[in-house]
């Protein structure tokens, strides 16, 4: 994939999503993404993301504060 900002490559790598959200901070770690080699620009596929919004509601009305959660094992 061509990154949409600069042209350049993408390659695969794990990032750390952060949902900074009005009464909490969800932290996802190890998330699948693909990254611009030149930017940095941070892409996900449909995939990916639907399960971020998935954690994410999961989680966003039982933290009140910070949770750092991992990708890989909340995936399953």
Do not use: W
């Not at 999503?17 to 620009?41: D, G, Q, S, T």
Request: with cysteine; glycine share 2%.
């Amino acid at each position: 994939m061509k990154c949409i900002e600069c042209g350049h490559d993408t390659i695969n790598k794990n990032r750390t999503y952060v949902a900074n959200l009005e009464n909490c901070v969800i932290i996802i770690k190890n998330v699948p993404a693909m990254v611009c080699e030149h930017c940095n620009e941070v892409y996900y596929s449909d995939e990916v993301f639907g399960q971020i919004e998935k954690i994410v509601y999961k989680l966003e009305n039982i933290i009140n504060d910070i949770a750092v959660i991992d990708y890989t094992n909340s995936a399953a």
